[in-house]
């Protein structure tokens, strides 16, 4: 029975059940199985008409609240989940339904080692082993073809990967901060650059650090971790107004992203430019969910959390990007930044903005809203971005709402620069399956211009729509053969014929080299070419944004508008919500103990 217990719970671990008994089925995240029965465990009760407690089973009170019998209440297990303010609740099996479609729960020793192997893969033995496979699908499947007459058509499938010609674009030129009177700049290499002691483009206003640390960690490494950042930030002309230490997680009759938003309240009253760094003690989904939650929405104040790991190994890469993401949240734009009139000619020509447009859905087996999000630039170098999201229903691709939030980032814009408004617009939407192609791409055309034509400071601009589509979900991908060697190809490496439409007017790009494994090309289709541009500015275009994500130092693999209306997106999704959810069910259930 132990063993058997043992199993369930490895398999039910972090998956999601429908409690059958409450109205609308609420959803919960199991937590572990009870160590007791339904009734065997027993907590205390306040009756409602005498105040008294009383101790009362499970069993008992959901036969006397829900009108609900339980099945072998001696013997089965109860499910555990865990609210955000420590307190645990017990459901019988009976009253839960596992939610269908969830990916499978934690993986064993054997599968997670087997899944890692499989994705580090070097790409000359990955290429080699589906070769391999192919081979043996081919030969079967030609002799199978042989052996009917019926195969009129001369089907034959050749085993070996296609043969095509590439091109290799050329990456931009970074530049960072001022050293002296010059601003340093970088190349980057195979999709790279070290940044280390380079100047960034600061904020205008001395950041004011408030450090907030588990009071489970140890002094020695959290002051070691907050001298070296000091020490990063200053040789990367990060300045820091003012830098202090407090602790949270001492008082665990309290909920610790409570403890925090305390802590960051108190200090906002009294810094101008706050930035917040939690020092978490474990690496705990739900518990950075709450606390960003708080400190994002709640506290609205800017915020970086780190593990107790990193902490501990105040590494100079991790402390780079720390400074770098630290920098980034206080200025609102890149600490970095490329020559558009050499690189992007687009922007300068005349007053251009770059939208990212995406909707993130929840995992399967999950009801949860999706969430549409748009990202723009608000900048002629797009360092600078204005996004806005909204929660619309369960996977649906298509924006209902996505004119409204045009006209919100245009009103925006107008006030950012001050008045003028933009003539050319570069719309990249992700997710797309191509049989939605023109549904969507015409609905959210007609939506900017509707939004354009409804603000009064655009009656005389006759704007330019660029608007492309990129796949990320495609079963592509580019080896380059040399002696017998697959290799992985270099950053930039565009592909636009053989194995593209016939009309030309789509492309594969990998913008980014893989760290580990293979990298993915991402399948662009152009739609709309109002600006007239030729396919080679356009494929320039998608791989100099590609430079231009905030958060790392090497280009990604989407350009930086999309990069961004993705990660909002999964932000609300994934952090947000689940975090709100968590807090609406810790005030509203009175079920359980």
């Given at each position: 029975m132990a063993n058997l217990k043992k199993a369930l719970q490895r398999d039910l671990a972090s998956r999601f059940i429908k409690l059958e008994h409450l109205k609308g089925g609420r959803q919960k995240k199991i937590t572990r199985l009870s160590s007791g029965t339904p009734n065997s465990h027993v907590f205390e009760q306040e009756d409602k008409e005498t105040g008294k407690k009383r101790k009362i089973s499970v069993a008992d009170y959901f036969y006397q609240t829900y009108k609900k019998s339980l099945d072998s209440p001696d013997v089965f297990p109860m499910i555990v989940i865990k609210r955000p303010t420590g307190q645990e609740d017990y459901y019988p099996l009976d009253v839960c339904s596992i939610v269908p479609f969830q990916p499978k729960g934690n993986m064993t020793i054997e599968e997670r080692s087997f899944v890692i192997n499989e994705t580090r893969k070097d790409l000359d033995e990955r290429f080699k082993e589906v070769i391999k496979h192919a081979a043996d699908l081919a030969n079967v499947l030609n002799q199978s073809l042989k052996a009917k007459e019926a195969n009129f058509l001369g089907i034959e499938m050749e085993a070996t990967p296609l043969p095509v010609e590439g091109k290799v674009l050329a990456p931009p030129l970074i530049i960072y901060g001022k050293r002296g009177d010059?601003?340093?700049?970088?190349?980057?290499?195979?999709?790279?650059?070290?940044?280390?002691?380079?100047?960034?483009?600061?904020?205008?206003?001395?950041?004011?650090?408030?450090?907030?640390?588990?009071?489970?960690?140890?002094?020695?490494?959290?002051?070691?971790?907050?001298?070296?950042?000091?020490?990063?930030?200053?040789?990367?002309?990060?300045?820091?107004?003012?830098?202090?230490?407090?602790?949270?997680?001492?008082?665990?009759?309290?909920?610790?992203?409570?403890?925090?938003?305390?802590?960051?309240?108190?200090?906002?009253?009294?810094?101008?430019?706050?930035?917040?760094?939690?020092?978490?003690?474990?690496k705990d989904s739900m518990k950075y969910n709450l606390i960003k939650n708080e400190l994002d929405l709640g506290c609205q104040v800017a915020s970086q959390c780190v593990v107790r790991r990193n902490v501990e190994k105040s590494s100079g890469s991790l402390l780079g990007?720390?400074?770098?993401?630290?920098?980034?949240?206080?200025?609102?734009?890149?600490?970095?930044?490329?020559?558009?009139?050499?690189?992007?000619?687009?922007?300068?020509?005349?007053?251009?903005?770059?939208?990212?447009?995406?909707?993130?859905?929840?995992?399967?087996?999950?009801?949860?809203?999706?969430?549409?999000?748009?990202?723009?630039?608000?900048?002629?170098?797009?360092?600078?971005?204005?996004?806005?999201?909204?929660?619309?229903?369960?996977?649906?691709?298509?924006?209902?709402?996505?004119?409204?939030?045009?006209?919100?980032?245009?009103?925006?814009?107008?006030?950012?620069?001050?008045?003028?408004?933009?003539?050319?617009?570069?719309?990249?939407?992700?997710?797309?399956?191509?049989?939605?192609?023109?549904?969507?791409?015409?609905?959210?055309?007609?939506?900017?211009?509707?939004?354009?034509?409804?603000?009064?400071?655009?009656?005389?601009?006759?704007?330019?729509?660029?608007?492309?589509?990129?796949?990320?979900?495609?079963?592509?991908?580019?080896?380059?053969?040399?002696?017998?060697?697959?290799?992985?190809?270099?950053?930039?490496?565009?592909?636009?014929?053989?194995?593209?439409?016939?009309?030309?007017?789509?492309?594969?790009?990998?913008?980014?080299?893989?760290i580990i494994g293979s990298a993915k090309p991402i399948h662009f289709h152009l739609v709309k070419n109002d600006m007239q541009l030729s396919m080679v500015e356009i494929q320039d275009l998608i791989f100099k944004l590609c430079h231009l994500h905030p958060g790392c130092t090497r280009s990604v693999s989407l350009p930086a508008p999309l990069y961004n209306a993705h990660k909002l997106g999964y932000r609300i999704g994934q952090v947000y919500r689940p975090a709100m959810e968590q807090f609406d069910d810790a005030k509203s259930e009175t079920s359980g103990t």
């Open positions: 010059r601003p340093v700049t970088v190349e980057p290499r195979q999709g790279s650059w070290n940044i280390q002691d380079t100047p960034l483009f600061t904020p205008k206003r001395p950041i004011d650090l408030l450090t907030i640390a588990h009071s489970r960690m140890e002094d020695g490494p959290v002051n070691t971790f907050l001298d070296e950042l000091e020490r990063v930030a200053k040789n990367s002309s990060v300045n820091f107004n003012s830098s202090s230490l407090q602790w949270y997680g001492n008082d665990r009759t309290v909920a610790e992203h409570i403890q925090i938003k305390k802590v960051v309240e108190d200090e906002k009253n009294k810094k101008k430019n706050l930035f917040v760094v939690v020092m978490l003690d474990s990007n720390i400074i770098n993401a630290i920098n980034v949240k206080a200025s609102d734009q890149n600490g970095f930044g490329i020559n558009a009139t050499v690189d992007i000619p687009l922007l300068k020509k005349m007053p251009t903005t770059c939208i990212g447009i995406d909707v993130y859905h929840a995992p399967p087996g999950s009801s949860r809203l999706s969430e549409a999000a748009i990202s723009a630039s608000i900048n002629s170098t797009a360092t600078r971005y204005y996004s806005t999201a909204r929660s619309q229903k369960s996977r649906v691709e298509g924006i209902a709402d996505i004119r409204s939030m045009f006209e919100e980032f245009l009103s925006e814009s107008l006030v950012q620069l001050k008045g003028t408004p933009f003539v050319q617009f570069v719309m990249i939407r992700d997710g797309v399956a191509e049989t939605q192609f023109m549904d969507i791409c015409q609905a959210e055309i007609k939506a900017l211009q509707d939004a354009v034509a409804s603000i009064k400071a655009y009656a005389s601009t006759k704007i330019q729509i660029l608007y492309m589509i990129a796949q990320k979900r495609n079963i592509t991908r580019i080896a380059v053969p040399h002696e017998g060697v697959f290799h992985t190809p270099p950053a930039g490496t565009v592909i636009d014929h053989t194995i593209t439409g016939r009309n030309k007017d789509d492309f594969y790009i990998l913008p980014h080299k893989a």
